[in-house]
């Protein structure tokens, strides 16, 4: 069966700064990997994904996040954050087989001015 | 264009009731997918419909049940409401069966007294 594992329940981070938010899969057939974004109190917003093709995939707000099928992981990384980037981010996996996709628990963002 | 939208916002509703929820796809999507958020969780699978058949059912009870119209727009329904069911439900939409791009709307967010 799939899983998803989000490593970091709260990622804090300054204003400007580097942050990466990890998430690791686990499954024995070939996936769509994706990263969403929810703001409070706000429905599901897709960052990127990556279905096929280059590990590295580019997303709105400046978000990237890279494929690496040996440690099946789709980490996501923004080079410098803003108060904007609050809210809480989900990895979620599907694979060619299954309609479903399957969430990891979130990890909440938190800048720090 | 409307994005997906779901009906009512909130509700609230008291055990043993029964209570029946929303999902207008966007406009073309023949995919619609409903998934239960309970607070500080990740989105948990209920159901995926397409093209007016029911295409995956994750692990709840049968007092979930849901269905599809001709419009492709869904309808959620609970059952004998347990504490438990509060949660934000979420509708997504896609264009073809599979995930490979999934929009989600706001949410109902469900109380349950």
């Known amino acids: 069966a799939q899983s998803v594992t989000q490593l970091d329940s709260q990622v804090p981070v300054f204003e400007e700064a580097p942050v990466e938010l990890r998430c690791n899969y686990s499954s024995s057939v070939s996936v769509y990997l994706f990263w969403y974004v929810q703001y409070p109190n706000q429905g599901l917003q897709l960052l990127l994904k990556?279905?096929?093709?280059s590990t590295l995939v580019k997303g709105i707000n400046g978000f990237e996040a890279e494929f690496n099928k040996s440690q099946t992981s789709f980490h996501l990384r923004k080079p410098s954050v803003h108060i904007s980037d609050t809210a809480e981010y989900f990895c979620?996996?599907?694979?060619?087989?299954?309609?479903?996709?399957?969430w990891g628990a979130g990890t909440k963002l938190i800048i720090k001015p | 264009d409307a994005g997906v939208t779901q009906s009512p916002t909130h509700l609230i509703k008291t055990r043993g009731q029964q209570v029946t929820l929303r999902c207008s796809p966007i406009s073309g999507h023949k995919s619609v997918s409903w998934y239960q958020q309970v607070l500080g969780q990740g989105p948990q699978f209920i159901f995926q419909y397409y093209e007016k058949e029911e295409r995956g059912r994750g692990n709840f009870p049968d007092r979930f049940s849901a269905r599809q119209f001709p419009n492709y727009s869904s309808e959620l329904n609970v059952n004998a409401l347990l504490l438990g069911d509060s949660a934000l439900y979420l509708c997504?939409?896609?264009?073809?069966?599979?995930?490979?791009?999934?929009?989600f709307g706001q949410g109902t967010r469900l109380t349950v007294v």
């Open positions: 997504a939409s896609s264009s073809g069966p599979m995930n490979t791009e999934a929009f």
């Open positions: 979620a996996v599907s694979s060619g087989s299954n309609y479903q996709l399957i």
């Open positions: 990556y279905l096929s093709g």
